[in-house]
Each structure stands twice: as C-alpha cells, then as structure tokens.
C-alpha cells in the first residue's frame, strides 16, 4: 500500500499510521535526505528478519538506525569522542551516515562484529516525524534488493517489493546517491563511502 506525505508537512495521520505499523513488527518503505530507506523499529526481531529476506542480504551486513536528532547518541552510542562529536555537530543533520561504537541499548542483532552501529540523522522532515512518533529510532537501509541501484521513485520500489511491505510512503522522487558513510569510532575518523556530499566532508575532515 502507498501512501502519499506532504515531504514538508507531514500529515499527523498518515504519520501516526506509519508508526502504529512498525509498532506491530511491521516494515516499511520511507523517504530519506538522500534515497529511499526500508526499515522497522530498533527493537523488532522479526522486522529486521523480514528486511534481510526481502533485500536478499545475509547476515555479515549490518543495518544502521535513523534517530531524530543528535540528542540520541547518549542513549545508542559510547565512548564518543569529543572531537567526533564537535565533527557529527557539523554534519547533522544531513546525509551522512556515522560509525559509532553500540551502546547496550542496541540490540546485538543490529551490531557489527566490532560491535559497531552506524546512525543517522536526516533532514528529511517525514523521518523525523517518524521516529519523534515512535519513541525510538528505526532500521535504515537503502530500499533496493542488495547490490543493485537505489530507486528513485517510490512506484519502482513498489514493484520490487510491495507486496512484502506494509507500507510504502510516497515523499516524492528522490536522487540515487546514498548518504556518505564515516567511521567515527577510530582515529582518525575514516571515510567508508563517499556517497552523497562527499565533497564538503573531506573538508570537514
């Protein structure tokens, strides 16, 4: 099922409707500040499940969690540094993905081996409303089967997967570039992927 939402002014209902879904265990498609994400609640087994089997990803590649605002790292990282927390201050939000030491509030389903998490912040105001709603952050992953393009329109990805979803959020057509990813958690920080705006963080950098 898609649904359209205002990408200014999310509407309260469809937004309430979202979150009631990943409550239940459910999983949704959503727009990002760079490309279209599929996630479920942090705390959904049986979510995360789903999303591996839907993407065709296997259990080495770890998802990363969409927060609504910087506030939440105290809560799902540790032993940030102040330097990477002076840099993530610069960044965020934006479209960037940053590599952080797990805290115990982070489920070891959703942990690298190096007990690692990545965290993102958008400016997307539909996430943001999303994750305020909920409580909690969300699996993000680009909505794409594994090693294949991101894509762009939510209609694409709903004849991909939408009859394995359960909600799809229509925020517009989006770019294809995914968000640029920076390992925060060593010294010093090292870029992983340079998606998008790779240019501004190697100057930050």
């Known amino acids: 099922m898609i649904i359209q939402v205002h990408p200014e002014a999310p509407q309260l209902d469809r937004i309430t409707r979202a979150v009631e879904i990943l409550a239940d265990d459910g999983v949704i498609v959503y727009p990002t500040d760079t490309i279209y994400g599929i ?9 995360i499940e789903r999303i591996r089997r839907i993407k065709g990803r296997d259990n080495t590649k770890q998802f990363s969690i969409l927060c609504a605002d910087l506030k ?4 799902y990282a540790r032993n940030v540094a102040n330097s990477a927390y002076k840099l993530m201050r610069k960044m965020l939000p934006g479209p960037y993905t940053v590599v952080l030491q797990a805290s115990r509030e982070i489920p070891r389903l959703m942990q690298s081996k ?18 305020e709603l909920l409580g909690h952050p969300i699996v993000t992953t680009s909505a794409n089967p594994s090693s294949e393009a991101p894509a762009v329109s939510p209609y694409l990805i709903d ?3 939408g009859n394995l979803v359960d909600l799809i959020i229509d925020g517009g057509d989006l770019n294809s570039l995914p968000s640029t990813v920076i390992d925060l958690s060593v010294e010093p920080p ?8 790779p240019f501004r963080i190697m100057e930050l950098l």
Do not use: F, H, M
Request: glycine share 10%; net charge positive; aromatic share 4%.
């Open 39 to 47: 996630g479920c609640s942090i705390y959904s087994k049986k979510g």
């Open 190 to 197: 090292l870029l992983l992927r340079a998606g998008n705006d």
């Open 72 to 75: 939440d790292l105290s809560r």
């Open 114 to 131: 190096k007990k690692t998490i990545g965290i993102r912040v958008t400016e997307n105001p539909i996430c943001q409303s999303i994750v």
């Open 159 to 161: 004849d991909w997967c």
